[in-house]
């Protein structure tokens, strides 16, 4: 057994290590014939090398180092994982040595396992080799005919090349005058193409079959369009000099004959309302033929638009309007609005006595009368037209545009003359904003036409109607507040209307804010919305300024009218202005905002974060300052109430609670007298208020003033005072049958407002019997807390007062409670 032992430790031992572990090392064959033969002797099993699968530089300086080692097992350095198998399958006890034969052989046995892996692999892996390198020559090989191949090919092109190369040259040469001549006859085809197209216009015109005469024009306008890229200036000449030729012909020839159907039809309608529809009169035949001719004329000339598009180039206003870009008046609505333009720059044009620069609105009205007069001919009569023929163009919005086009160049005539003078300049401006409104919403104009707002938003022109607004409103908001009843609400006798009770100068002033609103509200870019948005919020802060400095004038009197009116007028502004928050419009301005401030970095990102998820708005400022203003007003109106109620209850706060008679002794419990001048104040300054202030100013008022007394009765009357049987009695009859009704007319339970009081009440009131037993769980749950100790007392302190409707109060203020009673049995508990 001894001899089995030495021969596996330590170097043996370490052999075992990969068949508990990554089983890595590998036995050679020499190793197997020594485990093969355990029957060896003593002696020579001890002058045997170790097992170690390493070289034989390595086997050596193992056996170095095993000289080196120790022989004292208990020194010898043996791995861990070694001595814990070890440990493992043998142990201490003597007996366990038996098993090392077993443990031997399967060691064995794992060992020849692992040579018959190795081996295996070890025969596989130079096959693979073998084929792999044997590819690898194959690919050389046939890499090195390609190669050869190549060079051949090479030099057979090069030679091929130089061969050819004259006859390339030649060819080169045929080449370029072959296209030379095919660029002659694609440029003759063209002629010839125009020329056909002119010949079969001319026939057409000659047969008077003018619609095909159109449709060929059109034709030719394509052509036109598709050479514009062309570098064949002459050809591009010919082809718009024919168009245009044709063009001038045909549509000289429709205008009139349209223009004559237009005669017919009485158009335009400028008159008085026709008997006949449309204004037309004649026998129901000739009806018929008109507007056959009307529908035959109309969809004639609109082929010509595109050829119209192409030669004539519109009137355009400055760039400095910003007017949306637009396509062209159709030409057919250009001759039907050609009557309305003469009759327009006749009478407001020139020195005509209708040509008023303090008259906008005789030519904005005019325009207006000319839409809605014809709104019904052209729906039903030119839309249909323009459906059949597929256009999407809309027959009244077109006739609009062409008129409002006459508008916006009068305007811009017009502005800068009177830009300077303030009457003219904002009756100017006024009457534009109630002709942009009719437009829009009687008439249906799209806000991605051109308007007059585009004239109005010019930098100069928006200016100074900015600066125009600031003055007026600041004008307006000086004599609102100087008004008589600038603090009396217009609704103070419905009871109904009244229930903000907002005072009249308030009212007029947020009109005023909603009249800027609906003045600013169709303006075409955002950023011209947000500077108007800027004046609003600086006419919210003046006014706040304003109502401050008239509020301090009244702080001597905070329960004056005039006081509880600025305080109405405070939270009316501010409630207004939070619903307008949640508008649609202002969500919008909102997001333009966020985009600019974004741009320019003018906020933090927390601000920026804020106003994307619509946490914040845009007047969040100006509701904090009102809300800021509001709180410190009503406080200081709570402050001067609780110094008057404070006054009152002098006299109560002396009641000698420690000897009045006990319940029994009463017939009938009663108010105590000294309680009168108290509850006498609260009424009136309570009724007071709820007349002069409106509901929710009321409710956040009566609602401090009754936290405030709550603490004071407890903290200045029943902490300060003992109480007998009589007078705790006597304390709970004047505050839950007196004190708290005064307040059950804005609750439905008062006494929630006063918890310090209504439990100090039931502390004071408890029978002897659940006073003692509550005092004795208070001390235990004390002691068990001064002595650091986890019981179960605590929980069930607050239990017991919980039980008794006590929520408020600590267990220590109860405790202070329980000594102000006098009513103890003698034993002094």
Sequence with gaps: MHVQMQNISPCSVEMAQPLFESEEPLLSEEDTKEEDEPEKDAKDLEEAEPFCPAGDAEKEALKIEKERMPQDPENCDIPFYVSEFVEREVGVDCDSLSKLGRLIELLLENKRKLEEQVLTVSSEVPKRIQKALQNAEDSKKSLNQLLEKENILCDSINSHLLTSQPWMEDLGILISQVKEVERHLAYLKLISQIEELSDNIQQYLMTNNVPEAATTLASMAELDIKLQDSSCSHLLTFVRSTVQFWHKILKDRLSSDFEETLTHLHWPFVGPAQSQPFGLAGAPNNVVEIYSNFEMLFSQLLKLQTTDELLSKPKQLPEKYLLPPTAPVILPMQIMVGPLQKRFKYHFTGNRQTNVLSKPEWYLTQVLMWIGSHAKFLDDKVQPILDKAGSPVNARMEFSRALVMLILEKLAADIPCLLYDDSLFCHLVDEVLLFERELHSVHGYL???????????????????????????????????????????????????????????????????????????????????????????????????????????????????????????????????????????????????????????????????????????????????????????????????????????????????????????????????????????????????????????????????????????????????????????????????????????????????????????????????????????????????????????????????????????????????????????????
């Design 447 to 829: 806000n991605s036409f051109p308007s007059c707002m585009h004239i109005l938003s010019e930098e100069t022109y928006f200016q100074r109607w900015l600066t125009m607004e600031r003055k007026f409103a600041l004008q307006k908001m000086d004599s609102m507040l100087s008004s008589e009843a600038a603090w009396v609400s217009q609704y103070k006798d419905i009871t109904d209307v009244d229930e903000m009770k907002v005072p009249d100068c308030a009212e007029t002033f947020m009109t005023l804010l909603l009249v800027i609103t609906d003045r600013y509200k169709h303006l075409p870019t955002a950023a011209r919305k947000l500077q108007f948005l800027e004046l609003q919020k600086e006419l919210v802060d003046d006014f706040r300024i304003r109502l401050t400095q008239v509020m301090k004038e009244e702080t001597r009197a905070p329960l004056a009218f005039r006081y509880c009116a600025i305080l109405n007028a405070v939270n009316y502004i501010a409630t207004v202005l939070a619903d307008w928050a949640d508008n649609l419009f202002f969500l919008q301005l909102q997001q333009a905002a966020l985009e600019v401030c974004s741009d320019s970095n003018a906020l933090s990102k927390l601000q920026l974060g804020q106003l994307a998820s619509m946490e914040s708005s845009v007047f969040d400022d100006m509701i904090n300052l009102l809300e800021r203003l509001k709180h410190d007003m009503l406080t200081r109106q709570v402050d001067h109430v609780f110094r008057e109620v404070k006054d009152a209850v002098k006299m109560y706060r002396k009641e000698r609670w420690l000897s009045l008679p006990s319940q029994s002794e009463q017939a009938v419990m009663s108010l105590s007298v000294s309680a009168c001048s108290l509850l006498l104040t609260l009424r009136d300054r309570l009724l007071q208020l709820e007349q002069q202030l409106c509901f929710s100013l009321f409710k956040i008022f009566w609602q401090m003033l009754a936290e405030k007394v709550d603490l004071f009765i407890y903290q200045e009357i029943i902490l300060a005072n003992h109480f007998n049987e009589g007078g705790a009695a006597q304390l709970q009859f004047d505050i839950t049958r007196n004190l708290f009704p005064l307040f059950s007319h804005y609750c439905k339970r008062p006494e929630n407002y006063f918890k310090h009081i209504k439990e100090a009440c039931i502390v004071l009131n408890l029978n002897v019997g659940s006073a003692l037993l509550l005092k004795d769980v208070l001390q235990s749950a004390a002691d068990n807390r001064s002595g650091m100790i986890s019981s179960s007392n605590q929980p069930t302190a607050v239990a017991a007062l919980n039980e008794l409707g006590i929520y408020k109060l600590a267990q220590q203020d109860v405790e202070i409670l329980l000594n102000l009673r006098t009513n103890w049995p003698s034993t002094g508990k």
